[in-house]
């Protein structure tokens, strides 16, 4: 059954620092979502991306975020300058859009910023 | 607009005995509805999903769960708990209709007593 892939799993860097997480969603899913865990707490929506550009995004998803499909595979998240705060369990999701919605997550990319 | 209740942070059971982990949502359109696991420092396992087809739906390590509208409700169950049980389960609402983002609950934690 195809899924989505996430690279990193697990990804340290430094406060300050750039990093980009990549997710390979479900090949013919059109839409795309980036969630964010952090450590004890509930699953939180990011933002979601369809047709190359943002269609939704969350109080969360400042300045410092963006996402970009570069090709026609990947997905990515790029935070640009990185804080303590944002060492989380980063979720990527993918769907196919008309007939089906439901949404397939990746297997997450732990994030530590320190 | 969704969202997601997850009564009681907390459940603990005894080894052998019937696990029941409530949560009732909101959504202003069909929803799908989704049981999730997980174990500490990793990702999310789908346990179940309620995709509008059969509103009981059984899923993997022989839990279940109800899909019933009239009281907003997807209770997860188990006949019989078994200590590998034991981890953060959580319920979440996704549009069925449209590409809309998916809404957790804050999830709940199960103890299974020996």
């Known amino acids: 059954e195809p899924e989505v892939t996430q690279t990193p799993s697990h990804q340290v860097t430094q406060m300050g620092q750039e990093v980009i997480l990549r997710c390979v969603p479900i090949?013919?899913?059109?839409?795309f979502y980036w969630y964010r865990q952090i450590l004890g707490q509930k699953v939180e929506f990011l933002v979601s991306?369809?047709?190359?550009?943002?269609?939704?995004k969350s109080e969360i998803f400042d300045d410092q975020f963006s996402v970009e499909r570069p090709d026609g595979s990947n997905f990515t998240l790029k935070i640009r300058s990185t804080k303590l705060e944002d060492s989380a369990m980063y979720f990527c999701?993918?769907?196919?859009?008309?007939?089906?919605?439901?949404?397939?997550f990746g297997p997450g990319t732990r994030l530590t910023v320190t | 607009a969704q969202s997601v209740t997850q009564l009681g942070s907390h459940v603990s059971v005894s080894e052998g005995a019937l696990v029941l982990l409530r949560c009732n949502y909101s959504?202003?359109?069909?929803?799908?509805l989704f049981w999730y696991v997980q174990y500490p420092n990793q990702g999310l396992q789908l346990l179940l999903k309620?995709?509008?087809?059969?509103?009981l739906v059984k899923g993997i390590n022989g839990f279940e769960a109800e899909f019933k509208k009239s009281e907003t409700s997807f209770h997860l169950t188990k006949p019989s708990a078994h200590v590998s049980d034991a981890a953060e389960y959580f319920c979440?609402?996704?549009?069925?209709?449209?590409?809309?983002?998916?809404?957790f609950g804050d999830g709940t934690t199960l103890t299974v007593k020996p």
């Open positions: 999701a993918s769907s196919e859009g008309q007939p089906s919605y439901e949404q397939y």
């Open positions: 090949s013919n899913h059109l839409y």
């Open positions: 991306f369809y047709n190359n550009e943002i269609s939704e």
């Open positions: 959504s202003s359109v069909p929803p799908y």
């Open positions: 309620y995709t509008s087809a059969a509103t």
């Open positions: 979440a609402v996704t549009p069925g209709t449209n590409a809309g983002k998916s809404t």
